[in-house]
């Protein structure tokens, strides 16, 4: 059957409107992809119309995405302060482009006990035992870490006293904890830089300060261990207070301030993906060692009302994403609250299709901590999460943990590596996260375990 097609002014105006709708909507999503890319992408940027403005290098190495975040403002604002700007994670950095530039900034943080950013381990192996020559060669270092570890700044320090002896005429600033003066003295440095380099005017904004997040307001608070021996651990559920739910990625962060400690801000693992229409939370009532409640979890477990909003800024978590693993096996490793960041990657895998997942998570008792259970079980019924495998470790037949399961499916870890498995681990740090790290190295070898790490194929959310 032949259909023909009558231009009459009617059908003209009709498609000339459906065009001119369609036009705008490409340049409605056109244009956010632009302040996207230049809001995440400062990289190799060049201001228009100074061709011949001096280029200064951005190197991070960063753990939880503080100092990426840090890198990206510091990046954003020499760009439009006339400056060109190459921004690079440390891994992808080499001699020969830090030769390239006459000035640096590094922005680095320390995790744990000294130990650089998952992610830096290549350079750490291969540059910084390096001499490179860097004469005349001007860097300022923004070293971030937590004066509790013994060894604070400890990789920011020694990337510092690196560049001094490679000839470069360095200053370091330590950051405890994102402390605002330090940020400031930063700030006031980079400025200076940029006065020296077009000799423009100082820029009034405050353009390291924390942003204010987007309100959200808690609509679901839910208790996920009743009886349990450790403390009580919930659900929150967030929706925003006005417009649409903003996008993230799993793996990403949520930046938050509570009332009583308003200038300590807190990071917690996203739990759920945009398309469950909210934003989840996993948040663990903790105590202090003298017995009082901390201050920003207490208040999100207890104090704060159903209803009310409270400012939440979301934080790209480059680190712990899937990224280029998005088409590999996955294997998550985790307890406690760190399932939030592991059930983000097993629904947006979900979403996609995937299976291919395996789950090994640990908590205290089986009868008050299956945490998410029905959910887990659903998934593993249906096919959806190809292996799933519990750790207690206080159950009657004795302790068990995850980095035990681990040992005791030693052959299957190794299979699931050689099919080119990523190997993601969330929660806490001393225990689990070392434990886990060492069943690795013991069942894999230290040398596979670092070439994991290096190749972005490990990699750890752990506090």
Known sequence: MTVEWILTPGRLSGAAALLGGYAAMCLAVAAKVRRRRRAEEAENAEPQGRAQAPAVLVVYASQTGQAEALARATARMLVDGGLQVRLLPVDKLTPAVLQQHVHSLWLLSTTGEGDAPDHALGFVQQLLPKQTGLAGHKSLVLALGDHEYEQFCAFGVAVHAWLQACGAHSELICVDNMNPQSLQAWQAQVERLRQDLRGAAAQESDWLQTPVGQPFVLSRRHLLNPGSEGGPLYLLEWTPQAGELPQWQSGDL??????????????????????EGCLQLLVRQSTREDGSPGLASDWLCRGMEIGTALPLTLRAHSSFRLGDN???????????SGLAGLLSHIKARVQQGRSDQWL????????HDALCADKLQAWRQQGQLERLDLAWSRQAQGPRYVQDLLRSHADEVKRWVERGAAIYVCGSRSGMGQGVHLALQAILGPAMVEELLAAGRYRRDVY
């Open 360 to 367: 090994v998570f640990g908590e205290r008792n089986p009868q």
């Open 254 to 275: 949520v930046s938050l301030c509570v009332p009583a400690a308003a200038d300590r801000p807190r990071d917690y693992s996203i739990a759920s993906v945009t398309a």
């Open 326 to 336: 998005a088409e590999r096996p996955l294997m998550l490793i985790g307890n406690g």
